[in-house]
T-cell receptor
Framework: QKEVEQNSGPLSVPEGAIASLNCTYSDRGSQSFFWYRQYSGKSPELIMSIYSNGDKEDGRFTAQLNKASQYVSLLIRDSQPSDSATYLCAVIRGSNYKLTFGKGTLLTVNP | NAGVTQTPKFQVLKTGQSMTLQCAQDMNHNSMYWYRQDPGMGLRLIYYSASEGTTDKGEVPNGYNVSRLNKREFSLRLESAAPSQTSVYFC???????????FGPGTRLLVL
């Protein structure tokens, strides 16, 4: 089992809809979870971090963490064409702060 | 404040040639990282430096060497480039005690 798994997509949603991106991880000792957004040809940028079970909201973005199920998700409400990008899930295990990334999910928001 | 800068932006090498990818940050960050990104593979850690004077291997270190020249600069060297090293290389940095990594714009490397 890969350490961090994401559905590669592509995920296509209409403008204004909710986009749901999912990620599972294999190491129960993982303690910090991140969502990065990467536009085509650009570098990743952090959009959300979550450390404890439950939901964390920031504007149109909500991260959800369930450590028992080893599952983290990102919801994007009122999706806009500008949200079209690859979303990377990343996890930190241990104290050395090394990030392990999933392969990313390509999201396309159609006008 | 330029953040994380990388040079060159794009490079073409022939198999067996050597080159050094440069990375610098002006955010006074302690930790620096080198990743490679390949289609369908996500980002994979090559080497990292938790602080000036230290370096450690990541997930895919073979074929690479690194130098943490000072607090600002962290270079990645390919001694004898191979086509399998064709990739996009990203440098990142972060502050000790924080977990957010800031990425540079990337270097696209093509090895023929």
């Amino acid at each position: 089992q890969k350490e961090v798994e994401q559905n590669s997509g592509p995920l296509s949603v209409p403008e204004g809809a909710i986009a749901s991106l999912n990620c599972t991880y294999s190491d129960r000792g993982s303690q910090s979870f991140f969502w990065y957004r990467q536009y085509s040809g650009k570098s990743p940028e952090l959009i959300m971090s979550i450390y404890s079970n439950g939901d964390k909201e920031d504007g149109r973005f909500t991260a959800q963490l369930n450590k028992a199920s080893q599952y983290v998700s990102l919801l994007i409400r009122d999706s806009q064409p500008s949200d079209s990008a690859t979303y990377l899930c990343a996890v930190i295990r241990g104290s050395n702060y090394k990030l392990t990334f999933g392969k990313g999910t390509l999201l396309t928001v159609n006008p | 404040n330029a953040g994380v800068t990388q040079t060159p932006k794009f490079q073409v090498l022939k198999t067996g040639q050597s080159m050094t990818l440069q990375c610098a940050q002006d955010m006074n960050h302690n930790s620096m990282y080198w990743y490679r990104q390949d289609p369908g593979m996500g980002l994979r850690l090559i080497y990292y430096s938790a602080s000036e004077g230290t370096t450690d291997k990541g997930e895919v270190p073979n074929g690479y060497n690194v130098s943490r020249l000072n607090k600002r600069e962290f270079s990645l060297r390919l001694e004898s480039a191979a086509p399998s090293q064709t990739s996009v290389y990203f440098c990142a940095s972060k502050l000790t005690g924080q977990e957010t990594q800031y990425f540079g714009p990337g270097t696209r490397l093509l090895v023929l």
